[in-house]
């Protein structure tokens, strides 16, 4: 069974940076794809990053080039290294995984964005 566990939220400072890390802790195959998704008070989910199994990644136009995802081989581990915070990064991140037509979703952590 999978079970995606999230760490790493908090608050931060604006400019400052954070790490988040998502694992499955109940299995040991690999994803075919694992990436996050954020959510606002008040606003639809967003797509934040994503890689997939050769290392590619993608990312949402709001975070490129301030935001990294990266796994770990195994592809069980995904990470988000997010720098540059402003207040408007302010959400509960969702950690989202896929094997094949399946999908998962951890229960979320949240990040403060504040002085």
């Known amino acids: 069974q999978v079970q995606l566990v999230e760490s790493g939220g908090g608050l931060v400072q604006p400019g400052g940076s954070l790490r988040l890390s998502c694992k499955n802790s109940r299995s040991n195959f690999a994803f075919t794809a694992m990436g996050w998704y954020r959510q606002a008070p008040g606003k639809e989910r967003e797509f934040v990053g994503a890689i997939v199994g050769g290392g590619v990644t993608r990312y949402g136009d709001s975070v490129k080039g301030r935001f990294s995802v990266s796994r770990d081989k195994t592809m069980s581990t995904v990470y988000l290294q997010m720098t540059s915070l402003n207040p408007e990064d302010t959400a509960v991140y969702y950690c989202?995984?896929?094997?094949?037509?399946?999908?998962?979703w951890g229960q979320g952590t949240q990040v403060t964005v504040s002085q």
């Open positions: 989202n995984a896929k094997n094949g037509p399946v999908e998962y």
